[in-house]
Antibody, heavy 123, light 109 residues
Framework: EVQVLESGGGLVQPGGSLRLSCAAS????????MSWVRQAPGKGLEWVSI????????HYADSVKGRFTISRDNSKNTLYLQMNSLRAEDTAVYYC????????????????WGPGTPVTVSS | SSELTQDPAVSVALGQTVRITCQGD??????ASWYQQKPGQAPVLVIY???NRPSGIPDRFSGSRSGNTASLTITGAQAEDEADYYC????????????FGTGTKVTVL
């Protein structure tokens, strides 16, 4: 079964750091782009970051650029999100998802999704 | 940056048809994918590419695109279809960014 499972969320003070992990199974992890998407309480989905499968190139939403770093360890089938300089507005459930399709073709989708890991930034 | 706009809420009678729309400049050139999210659960992909459904998604879900608008249609809505629905596409900037729609709450009466 193709699945992903996030971990690492929790309560952190403003300005603090947190590292999220996403363990993947059931598919050839190394060839797929993987993404993080977040959802603030009572709000919609917001794309955060993506990392290429083959090229490993990272890309970020403007809201997190310079503060968050996405990475992957293909030997462990694991995706990471290092979050620094956290702000109250980063409070959300963070989802990991595999990307299907290709960006250049303009045909892209995300799935499966993990159950998410909650991050709360508060003093 | 790209934006995708959806109606905040729609309602449909049990067994009837409902269409959920998503508007944005990126949709003139790129296909939308659609996600269903029930309270307290992760999103689930229901439509991708031109009009493809992942395994396990009922065929009452279908997708289409015209101009700058993508649509998700539920034909013969069931009680279990009550959920939030989001569209998504790549952006128009070329920066390898993605954008989600504002979301539509579907209520089945």
């Amino acid at each position: 079964e193709v699945q992903v499972l996030e971990s690492g969320g929790g309560l952190v003070q403003p300005g603090g750091s947190l590292r999220l992990s996403c363990a993947a199974s059931g598919f050839t992890f190394s060839i797929y782009a993987m993404s993080w998407v977040r959802q603030a309480p009572g709000k919609g989905l917001e794309w955060v970051s993506i990392i290429g499968g083959i090229d490993g190139n990272p890309h970020y939403a403007d809201s997190v650029k310079g503060r968050f770093t996405i990475s992957r360890d293909n030997s462990k089938n694991t995706l990471y999100l290092q979050m620094n300089s956290l702000r109250a507005e980063d409070t959300a459930v963070y989802y990991c998802a595999r990307r299907g399709g290709t960006y250049n073709d303009g045909i892209v989708w995300f799935g499966p999704w993990g159950p998410g890991t909650p991050v709360t930034v508060s003093s | 940056s790209s934006e995708l706009t959806q109606d905040p809420a729609v309602s449909v009678a049990l067994g009837q048809t409902v269409r959920i729309t998503c508007q944005g400049d990126s949709l003139r050139n790129y296909y939308a994918s659609w996600y269903q999210q029930k309270p307290g659960q992760a999103p689930v992909l229901v439509i991708y590419d031109k009009n493809n459904r992942p395994s396990g998604i009922p065929d009452r879900f279908s997708g289409s695109r015209s101009g700058n608008t993508a649509s998700l249609t539920i034909t013969g809505a069931q009680a279990e279809d009550e959920a939030d629905y989001y569209c998504c596409s790549r952006d128009t900037s070329g920066n390898h960014n993605y954008v989600f729609g504002t979301g539509t709450k579907v209520t089945v009466l």
